[in-house]
Each structure stands twice: as C-alpha cells, then as structure tokens.
C-alpha cells in the first residue's frame, strides 16, 4: 500500500524525522514542502532514504533560494502533488 | 551580574533572528524593526542564528509563492545605517551551507562562535528574539 510522505519542517527537527525515517517504507514517495525543501542541501536524505523517490516543490524550492543541480531529489509543480496524491493510497503529513 | 569590567553598549537594539524564510512572517516582522530602528539613528545589530541562517542565501526567489522577496531587504539594510549583520558559524556548518557558495555575497558578514555571541550580547542594550 503505497503512500505519500509530506514533510514541510527544517532538518533542525531532528525527532520528527527520525519518525519519518522510522516510518516511511520502500516504494513510498516523499514531498519536501516549505521549510522540508532544505533537506536539499543535505546528504544525509540519500543515506537514509533508499528506495525511495523524492520530489520537492518546485516553488518552495525557488523561493528559498536553494540550489539542486547535484541532488537526487526531483522538482514538482503543484500539478505533480495532485497526482502524486491521486497515485498513493494514503497520505501522512509530517509537520 | 559578576564582578566583570563594564562593557560597553555598542548597539541599542540586536535582533536574533532564529527562524527560516517564509513559512512564518517571523523573519518579515524582524527585517521591518531592524529598518524601523536604522530609520530612528538606532545603533542595530543583526545575529542569525539556528535555522536563522537559510535567510541569508542567495537567489531567492519567492514570487511564485507570492512572498515579498527577504533577500532585497537585507541588502536594503545597509541604506538604513544598519551594517552589523553576525552570523553563528555552527549554524552555517550543521546545515551544508557555505559562504562562498550559498551565502548572498553582497552581505558583509560576520562570522561569530558561541563566545562571541555572548559577548554580543552584553554590548546591545535590548535584545529581541524573532
């Protein structure tokens, strides 16, 4: 049963992301939204997350600032989250 | 209060601005009193601290989320008399940021540790945590 991760809080919350990471399964998606798209300029997601795709919106991403050429994490429109949405069986907000 | 020699006062106001861009007015309402200060002839001292610090990179973009853009009010402050911007720079280094790379260049910055806060401190009259 594939689901769809939101997490829209700064890597400096480090309990709520040991929750996720303790959570989240292989072949779910994770979205980074707001403050979560600074988790771009860290490693540490692709050490702990594998198997797992992770997009980020685009717009949080742009207006923060946050370069992304070298990471793996792919950009989405806010059409992309409404089929993300539409593609998982449920959705769990990490805030 | 110890037996230490006084310090001197060399800032009315530091603002400490400890939250990221954006996802609250936190950052908004500090940038407004630090240029309300410099406007009155306040000696006003930034510190970015903790998350505080993602304020300051470069290329921020907010117009399609409809935010007013933070990053031309920081390099608006100098207009306003207020040059002293501080950073923590454990902050910077926990979060993958680099000066050279991340960091707004037109912003004269200085590099703080933990004893150099606390001395900060002591040379501000009124401290306001955002």
Same mark, same amino acid.
């Given at each position: 049963?594939?689901?769809?991760?939101?997490?829209?809080?700064?890597?400096?919350?480090?309990?709520?992301?040991?929750?996720?990471?303790?959570?989240?399964?292989?072949?779910?998606?994770?979205?980074?939204?707001?403050?979560?798209?600074?988790?771009?300029?860290?490693?540490?997601?692709?050490?702990?997350?594998?198997?797992?795709?992770?997009?980020?919106?685009?717009?949080?991403?742009?207006?923060?600032?946050?370069?992304?050429?070298?990471?793996?994490?792919?950009?989405?429109?806010?059409?992309?989250?409404?089929?993300?949405?539409?593609?998982?069986?449920?959705?769990?907000?990490?805030? | 209060?110890?037996?230490?020699?006084?310090?001197?006062?060399?800032?009315?106001?530091?603002?400490?601005?400890?939250?990221?861009?954006?996802?609250?007015?936190?950052?908004?309402?500090?940038?407004?009193?630090?240029?309300?200060?410099?406007?009155?002839?306040?000696?006003?001292?930034?510190?970015?601290?903790?998350? @505080? #610090?993602?304020? *300051?990179?470069? !290329?921020?973009?907010?117009?399609?989320?409809?935010?007013?853009?933070? +990053? =031309?009010?920081? %390099?608006?402050?100098?207009?306003? @008399? #207020?040059?002293? *911007?501080?950073? !923590?720079?454990?902050?910077?280094?926990?979060?993958?940021?680099?000066? +050279? =790379?991340?960091? %707004?260049?037109?912003?004269?910055?200085?590099?703080?540790?933990?004893?150099?806060?606390?001395?900060?401190?002591?040379?501000?009259?009124?401290?306001?945590?955002?």
């Amino acid at each position: 049963m594939p689901t769809l991760h939101t997490l829209n809080r700064s890597p400096a919350n480090i309990q709520l992301f040991e929750q996720l990471i303790n959570t989240i399964r292989p072949g779910d998606t994770l979205l980074l939204l707001e403050d979560g798209v600074y988790y771009c300029l860290q490693n540490k997601l692709n050490r702990k997350i594998q198997d797992i795709q992770v997009y980020a919106l685009k717009d949080d991403v742009h207006a923060r600032g946050i370069p992304i050429e070298q990471s793996d994490v792919l950009l989405a429109s806010y059409e992309d989250f409404v089929n993300l949405t539409c593609e998982n069986d449920k959705l769990v907000n990490w805030y | 209060m110890t037996a230490d020699a006084p310090t001197t006062i060399d800032y009315d106001l530091l603002i400490v601005l400890q939250h990221a861009p954006y996802s609250s007015a936190q950052a908004n309402e500090a940038l407004d009193l630090a240029l309300a200060g410099g406007t009155f002839d306040q000696r006003v001292a930034l510190l970015f601290i903790e998350d @505080g #610090v993602y304020q *300051l990179m470069s !290329e921020q973009a907010p117009d399609a989320a409809q935010q007013k853009n933070l +990053e =031309k009010m920081l %390099n608006a402050l100098s207009f306003y @008399g #207020v040059n002293t *911007l501080a950073v !923590e720079s454990h902050s910077l280094f926990e979060r993958d940021l680099h000066p +050279e =790379k991340h960091i %707004n260049p037109k912003l004269n910055l200085e590099l703080l540790n933990a004893k150099s806060i606390q001395a900060l401190y002591d040379r501000s009259k009124t401290v306001i945590r955002f």
